[in-house]
């Protein structure tokens, strides 16, 4: 009886892991979106609390970015600290993989940002259209909490960030 309670329980869990895997291998989170400067520029926004401003000239600064972003590096934030806000410049690029198609890789260089520790790295974000037919910029990310996400949409003419971030280097 042991054999066979301890075979079940092996199954199961297999069955658990691999149902886990293929539902995010089989998640589609939508189309690459080919962005341009013009198109990008502008604030986007991840509800009301997270806001990143892109400006035509490369830059942007960020309001509350998350903190999965800044959990593998040697200082990680206190989940009860304050906002995480950064500035820096961006770049667009096609994506890791791909030598032709979209160039829906907006990648963040920290130039500077709020947490006083050594890390002023890179981020990638992806630019893509689900269902729903909206562009999104989403940072994929393992945190504490396993595997996540955090989509921004451009905001429109009434969308504004409750409180400016003012890069120290300006």
């Not at 691999?18 to 080919?34: N, W, Y």
Request: charged residues 20%.
């Amino acid at each position: 009886m042991k054999r066979g309670l301890v075979s079940a329980t092996l199954v199961a869990a297999l069955v658990v892991t691999l149902g886990c895997s293929i539902g995010e291998a089989l998640q589609d989170p939508g189309d690459p979106v080919d962005m341009t400067t013009a198109n990008i520029a502008g604030t986007w926004h991840a509800g009301t609390e997270r806001f990143i401003t892109f400006a035509e000239d490369g830059t942007f600064t960020a309001l509350n970015l998350p903190r999965e972003l800044f959990e593998d590096y040697p200082t990680s934030p206190d989940p009860g600290a304050a906002p995480i806000d950064a500035a820096g410049r961006y770049t667009l690029d096609r994506g890791s993989t791909a030598s032709e198609g979209p160039h829906s890789d907006v990648k963040l260089t920290i130039d500077e940002h709020t947490k006083a520790d050594d890390h002023l790295g890179s981020v990638t974000m992806n630019a893509l259209r689900p269902g729903d037919g909206q562009a999104y910029l989403v940072f994929f990310y393992t945190g504490s909490g396993g595997n996540s996400w955090t989509g921004y949409l451009k905001c429109a003419e009434d969308c504004f960030p409750p409180r400016p971030y003012v890069p120290t280097s300006k």
